[in-house]
């Protein structure tokens, strides 16, 4: 085990930030030993409750689910800890499946709950480096053209 430090990206809609507050706590160990990034309201929540430093972004409804996807993009971010609600509706349920989107093409493992958060936390391979970023380049979108 290499000790590797990896960013995680933290996001929780309003009716799972106590559900998101608890599993930090909980895990606060393991987060200690990463770079966290979270949206708004729960960054602060985050960072004045478990002592971390958390880089804060814009809160999920005006630009923060987006930026995390710039962060995806980017190779920023190497997993996503997002407890969405998935009974409420969303005005900015765009930006949410853009999020949820960008993670899967840009391969981040994502939690959306406690069970799955748990199961990534507790992973021998968030020890480890790891580079599990799809290779894509140039797509030709011509009939059988190999796609890369």
Known sequence: MTDAVHSIAMVAHDNKKVDLLHWAEFNRGTLARHRLYATGTTGTMLEYELGLPVT???SGPVGGDQQIGAL???G???M???????LEPQPHDPDVKALLRLAAVWNVPVACNVATADMLIS????????NTRPA??????EAGAPVS
């Open 80 to 86: 996503l800890v997002f407890f969405w609600d998935p």
């Open 56 to 58: 804060r972004l814009l």
């Open 72 to 74: 995806i993009a980017e």
């Open 123 to 130: 992973s021998p391979l968030l020890g480890q480096e790891w």
């Open 76 to 78: 920023l971010v190497d």
């Open 136 to 141: 894509i380049g140039e797509r030709s979108w």
